[in-house]
Structure formats: structure tokens, C-alpha cells
């Protein structure tokens, strides 16, 4: 089932869904970059990414992505 959600790309080109999504196994995705800026950042997202930045930036985390690349 194709599904669209929302997200934020910065300068980086980090992206952020707005909302989770419920998948199973790895799938393909499409990203259409807007001209437009987001009309305001969550607040909870942004809290969130911090929160679990530590976990994210772990060299175990890297290693158990690593075959993903």
C-alpha cells in the first residue's frame, strides 16, 4: 500500500517525517523538495530528534545500518 506523510528537510538535507509511519521490511521512497518552507516546525519532532540523537550517533548504530548503504 502506497502511503504520503509529511516531513521537513533542512540545509542538510536531514529529513523528518511530521508523523510515524507503520511499514514492514525495507521499501522504496520518493522525496518531492517543496519551494515552500514548512509553516511551523513541530516542536515535538525537534524535541524528539534531540533526545535521540545520542542513540543515533553510536558506532553500533552505524554497524547495524551499515548493510544498508
Known sequence: MKQTVEAIIDERGHVRLTEPIFITG???AL???LDE????????????????AADW???EE???WAHLQ
Open 26 to 28: 525495507i521499501r522504496r
Open 31 to 33: 522525496l518531492t523538495v
Open 37 to 52: 518552507p514548512p509553516s511551523a516546525l513541530d516542536e515535538t519532532l525537534l524535541s524528539a530528534e534531540q533526545s535521540l
Open 57 to 59: 550517533l553510536r558506532p
Open 62 to 64: 552505524d554497524d547495524a
